[in-house]
């Protein structure tokens, strides 16, 4: 079995009751380094509980979250795992930054105070060290000459954009934003999302619960509906490779193909090899944050455009992700083209 990226934020098993009520119904998702996965559902679905269970400001009653790959909520203690004290969370919580529909800027500091109080504080950094990186925050928020002044004088916009730098003077891993668009007036939204457009671009690691379909459809690699606690549908985003699943009864159909990158306009490039490996990456993704795995495949189709030169490496490439004499039924079959450069398609039907 090929080795897997470490995702940076994974969710196994979540669930999170209160009182009698199921907020989150057993959540697997895989967030993986420089996506940005959107999260969107109706109210009351669990897509705020889910952002809290992230960084234990919710303790999950049952399953784990790990960071690269590391628990959170949990130390191994003598071979036993013990809940981690209140100092460890909150060390641990410095490396998620948080920005919220409500901006909770500290009224009596200026925009750079906000941003490079934290930094100073909880992490230690040097004074002159911490207001270098403030102030080249504020300039990539675009709110250089607001510096000096007090949130008062800010507009909402302009708020959320110094929260949003706060968040970054901490150099986080993942960056979780709830609604942080949806308490602006209208004429403000805009550049809000332009900022988190950016950070997109850039690659960090983004789980954006939003209302705004039209940032997911532009920065998400993936968008997870959230339904009653659970995820109903993980759709596409047209990365370089993406997958759509669409559950129908007790099966998953999933495809798996490879698109334009949004964030640069590539088109698709790499051999059919390259690109099957690309694609069994992504589909063992979307396998996972759907609470399934390869082993639960039926059936799958193939697609090849040199039917007959790349059968062989592409044969090679998938059968090394599943385990010897476990291959589902499948059938391969060649096509004249595929979109924008892509050599290969793989979709599969999969038992849930
Ligand atoms: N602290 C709490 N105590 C009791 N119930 C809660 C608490 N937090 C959330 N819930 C309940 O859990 C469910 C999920 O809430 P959550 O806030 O996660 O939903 P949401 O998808 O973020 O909704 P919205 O779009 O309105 O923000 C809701 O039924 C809510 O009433
Ligand atoms: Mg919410």
């Known amino acids: 079995m090929a080795t897997d990226p470490v995702p ?3 969710l ?24 940005t996965v959107c999260i969107v559902g109706p109210s009351g679905s669990g897509k705020s509980t889910l952002l809290r269970c992230i960084n234990w400001l919710e303790r999950p009653d049952r399953g784990s979250v790990f960071l690269h790959g590391v628990r959170v909520g949990y130390c191994r203690s003598d071979g036993r795992n013990v809940l981690m004290s209140d100092r460890e969370l ?7 930054g948080m920005v919220f529909q409500h901006f ?10 906000n941003v490079i109080e ?32 007090y949130p008062a004088f800010l507009s909402g916009g302009q708020m959320q954009r110094v929260a949003i730098a706060r968040a970054l003077a901490m150099r986080p ?8 668009t949806s ?30 379909m039209k940032f997911a459809r532009e920065a998400a690699s993936r968008v997870v509906f959230l339904d009653n606690g659970r995820i109903v549908e993980i759709a596409p985003a047209p990365t370089a490779a993406y997958s759509h699943a669409v559950r129908a009864g007790d099966f998953l159909f999933v495809t798996g193909q490879l698109g334009v990158d949004p964030k640069t306009g590539a088109l698709v490039t790499g051999n059919a090899a ?42 090679a490439v998938y059968a090394s992700y599943f385990k010897p004499g476990r291959f589902p039924a499948r059938t391969t079959v060649g096509v004249t083209n595929l979109a924008l450069g892509s050599l290969v398609e793989i979709d599969l039907i999969v038992r849930c």
């Open 8 to 10: 940076a934020v994974e």
């Open 12 to 35: 196994r098993g979540l669930v999170k009751q209160f009182g009698g009520h199921e907020a989150l119904a057993s959540i697997d998702l895989a967030v993986m380094p420089g996506e």
């Open 90 to 96: 909150a060390m641990l919580r410095t490396r998620v």
């Open 104 to 113: 909770n800027l500290w009224p009596h500091m200026t925009a750079l105070g």
């Open 118 to 149: 934290s930094p100073i504080h909880v992490l230690g950094r040097p004074r002159g060290e911490a207001i270098a990186e403030g102030e080249r925050l504020l300039a990539k928020v675009g709110l250089t000459d607001k510096r000096d002044v």
């Open 173 to 180: 891993e993942v960056l979780l934003f709830d609604e942080a």
């Open 183 to 212: 308490a602006l007036d209208p004429e403000l939204v805009g550049e809000v999302l332009a900022v988190m457009k950016d950070l997109a671009r850039e690659g960090r690691t983004m789980i954006v619960v939003t209302h705004e």
């Open 274 to 315: 390259e690109q099957t490996r690309q694609i069994m990456q992504n589909l063992q993704t979307v396998l996972r944050g759907a609470g399934t795995s390869l082993e639960a495949v039926v059936m799958v189709r193939i697609y090849l455009v040199n039917f007959a030169a790349d059968y062989p490496a592409v044969n």
